[in-house]
């Protein structure tokens, strides 16, 4: 299949949008809608469920795990989809990140207590734990790429250090409270992006032998062609509040320098005290410095863990840790497991 032809298979509707088509034609008027629910087979809207906003008992998540789109059997990072045209909106949140791109057409997201406007080019980057919504009452095709976070910090670790704007928003979702919780990406409907993503679509769909690997790159090819061509579009909803600026610049240190840095180079740095530096952190994380720091380090031990053959005491050193000794000790303590055996699992699961 090309990704023109995927382009034509996109366009059709599915079984599952022509239901919530006619659901939505028989919402307009009262009596319409009152057939069309008692015409319904309800074991068979559980069986593949559908959204029934009317129904209690139906199927309606406010609030998604990995489990309710990644198996726990598989190591896949990464989930590509087609939104479902008239599916009901309503409120959810989710454990994951969520990359919506508009193929053609528009969609409207209602997120927090923003109501946003997606037309065909343009990529919506959410975090994890989000209320939001998104609808799409018309012909118009929404894709959604799922990233799974418990694997993402391994996976992209060179743009979580990066210092650019997808990677700060990463790291604010990682490690901040208050962060911003949404991105707005616009590509000037960039043709070449949008092969990208159907490219990247029918490598799921086909899932042919090492999909997920090349799923992973694809991923990061996409990121790196958004930041190359259009960084300057990138929108950050609270961009503009002071507070939120100074915090951001003191993590981005952190992040860049976290194999070393002691919060007393970092007061100084931004001319602030220990005591005024330790508080912002705080309030904007939820986090002291001394976890961030050493939640940064253990991301470092663990990507090298698992994608070299470098010495567990010469990763201990390269994550900033005082000694093997040290870091071993609170290694286990965090994972319940040695850094060897950790390694070895991970190797030969």
Known sequence: ?????????????????????????ASRKRWKLEEFLKNLDYQEILNRRLIITEVDTGYMPSSMSDETY?????????????????????????????????????????????????????????????????????????????????????????MLYDGNKISLFFNQSLFSNTGNSYLILDTDKDKNLREHVLTMFLEYTEKKNYYENILNSQLMI??????????????????????????????????????S??????????????????????AYTGKSFTQIIQSLRFQKARTLLTTTDISVAEISHMAGFENPEHF??????????????YRHTESHS
Request: net charge neutral.
């Open 1 to 25: 299949m090309t990704t023109e032809e995927l382009y034509l298979s996109l366009l059709q509707f599915n079984e599952d949008e022509k239901f919530y088509e006619s659901y939505y034609d």
């Open 70 to 158: 990644f198996s726990p059997d598989n190591k896949n990072s990464i989930i590509l989809s087609k939104h479902n045209r008239y599916t009901p909106a309503f409120r959810h949140k989710h454990v994951f990140f969520e990359l919506a791109y508009v193929l053609c057409g528009s969609c409207t997201q209602k997120i927090n207590q923003d109501e946003i406007t997606l037309t065909e080019g343009q990529f919506c980057l959410l975090a994890p734990h989000v209320s939001h919504s998104i609808s799409v009452f018309d012909s118009s095709l929404v894709l959604n790429i799922l990233i799974r976070r418990g694997t993402f910090e391994n996976l992209f670790y060179n």
């Open 222 to 259: 996409l990121f790196a062609k958004i930041l190359q061509n259009y960084e300057e579009r990138i929108q950050y909803p609270l961009m503009t509040r002071k507070g939120n600026l100074v915090c951001m610049k003191l993590i981005q240190y952190m992040e860049e320098h976290f194999n």
């Open 261 to 282: 840095v002691t919060l007393q180079e970092l007061a100084e740095t931004f001319h602030f005290s220990q005591g005024h530096c330790s508080r912002l952190i705080k």
């Open 328 to 341: 071993n000790r609170l290694f286990k303590k965090h994972f319940g497991t040695t850094p060897g055996k």
